[in-house]
């Protein structure tokens, strides 16, 4: 997961975590979590509403969501 460029798109966006968080239904501690890999995955529903907020292209989402050579299946 590259959490850096999720951080860059939020912010480029003129947003925070938190209003990330709160658009997504979950606590931002929660979301932080799972940005650092200590929670749950993301689900498939956050990562489209992640892609759909920001618009994020389908190599943006496999840059931050998936390792190099990881298959999304």
Known sequence: MDVNFLIYKIRNAGE???KLAEALG?????LRDKMRGRRAQFKQSEIQAIADRYELTADEVSKIFFKPG????
């Open 16 to 18: 925070t975590v938190d």
């Open 26 to 30: 979950i606590h931002p501690m929660t």
């Open 70 to 73: 990881e298959k999304n299946e």
